[in-house]
């Protein structure tokens, strides 16, 4: 079904008004969902980072204990590794940010583009049932004009024909 068709069976069933509610009720879903999203990404990261300094730090105080010259030398790799892919993961889900906005903001777009098309649809409807309206009132009035001479003339020539006959 597409989306013209079923916001055309939704005006229909609920009203401009009710169509109105219920976009406002879907873009307000969309960016609550957006930023559930958003917060589900950054307690993954958080999570995901704690697990990897748990991991880290337990690495370390084995190494630490075994060979503390080494510690050093394989801290600082370590370090520099876990740099990069923090970074790698910032860049990552900066990236994926950035292509969830562009989509939301596409969406959007379509979504008031499609509302603009109803809007100059339902003008157009509306203006059309008016003239309608316009030529119906103008029947009905030459039909009520026609019926009430036609009732005059009747009663007319019922009165001449009764006065005729009193004579």
Same mark, same amino acid.
């Given at each position: 079904?597409?989306?013209?068709?079923?916001?055309?069976?939704?005006?229909?069933?609920?009203?401009?008004?009710?169509?109105?509610?219920?976009?406002?009720?879907?873009?307000?879903?969309?960016?609550?969902?957006?930023?559930?999203?958003?917060?589900?990404?950054?307690?993954?990261?958080a999570?995901?980072?704690?697990?990897e300094?748990?991991?880290?730090r337990?690495?370390?105080?084995?190494?630490?204990?075994?060979?503390?010259?080494?510690?050093?030398?394989? *801290?600082?790799? @370590? !370090? =520099?590794?876990m740099? /990069? #892919? &923090? +970074?790698? %993961?910032? $860049?990552?889900?900066h990236?994926?940010?950035g292509?969830l906005?562009a989509?939301?903001?596409?969406?959007?777009?379509?979504?008031?583009?499609? *509302?603009?098309? @109803? !809007? =100059?649809e339902?003008? /157009? #409807? &509306? +203006?059309? %049932?008016? $003239?309608?309206?316009?030529?119906?009132k103008?029947?009905?009035?030459k039909?009520?004009?026609?019926?009430?001479?036609?009732?005059?003339?009747?009663?007319?020539g019922?009165?001449?024909?009764?006065?005729?006959?009193?004579?």
């Amino acid at each position: 079904m597409s989306k013209l068709s079923a916001l055309n069976i939704l005006k229909e069933k609920l009203g401009e008004d009710g169509v109105n509610a219920l976009i406002k009720v879907i873009e307000e879903e969309r960016e609550r969902t957006r930023d559930d999203l958003f917060r589900l990404l950054e307690e993954r990261f958080a999570r995901r980072l704690a697990e990897e300094i748990g991991k880290l730090r337990s690495e370390m105080y084995e190494l630490f204990a075994r060979h503390s010259a080494e510690v050093d030398g394989k *801290i600082e790799g @370590l !370090r =520099s590794e876990m740099i /990069e #892919k &923090i +970074e790698s %993961l910032r $860049s990552g889900m900066h990236d994926e940010i950035g292509k969830l906005r562009a989509e939301v903001h596409q969406e959007i777009a379509k979504v008031w583009n499609e *509302i603009g098309k @109803l !809007r =100059s649809e339902m003008t /157009e #409807k &509306i +203006e059309n %049932l008016r $003239s309608e309206m316009h030529s119906m009132k103008a029947d009905i009035i030459k039909w009520m004009f026609i019926f009430w001479v036609s009732q005059l003339l009747a009663l007319s020539g019922i009165i001449f024909t009764i006065l005729r006959f009193v004579r």
